[in-house]
């Protein structure tokens, strides 16, 4: 059984870090592209974030500089440090994993920048 849990969401001020954890699990998470999205309230899932297995990353314009993706393929994990947070990161994040045609999603975590 395919599952991805995230967890390390929360309520912080603008300014402030978080980390994202993604444990995956019911399939070979090397052979996966894994990506970070957020959905605000009243707007489409956009992509935050994305890490092939080799280490290759991809940032949306309004999170570079200030977001970090990384994973750790020995524990079936994929991150996401967020620096810098603004009251537009408030969102709930999701992991994705997708190898193409198969794409798998997690039950989000909830983060809420603000003061």
């Known amino acids: 059984q395919v599952q991805l849990v995230e967890s390390g969401g929360g309520l912080v001020q603008p300014g402030g870090s978080l980390r994202l954890s993604c444990a995956a699990s019911?399939?070979?998470?090397?052979?996966?592209?894994m990506n970070w999205y957020r959905q605000a309230p009243g707007k489409q899932r956009e992509l935050v974030a994305g890490?092939?297995?080799?280490?290759?990353?991809n940032y949306a314009d309004s999170v570079k500089g200030r977001f970090t993706i990384s994973r750790d393929n020995a524990k079936n994990t994929v991150y996401l440090q967020m620096n810098t947070l603004k009251p537009e990161d408030t969102a709930v994040y999701y992991c994705?994993?997708?190898?193409?045609?198969?794409?798998?999603w997690g039950q989000g975590t909830q983060v809420t920048v603000s003061s």
């Open positions: 994705n994993a997708v190898r193409l045609p198969q794409h798998y």
């Open positions: 019911g399939f070979i998470f090397d052979n996966y592209y």
């Open positions: 890490i092939s297995s080799g280490g290759s990353t």
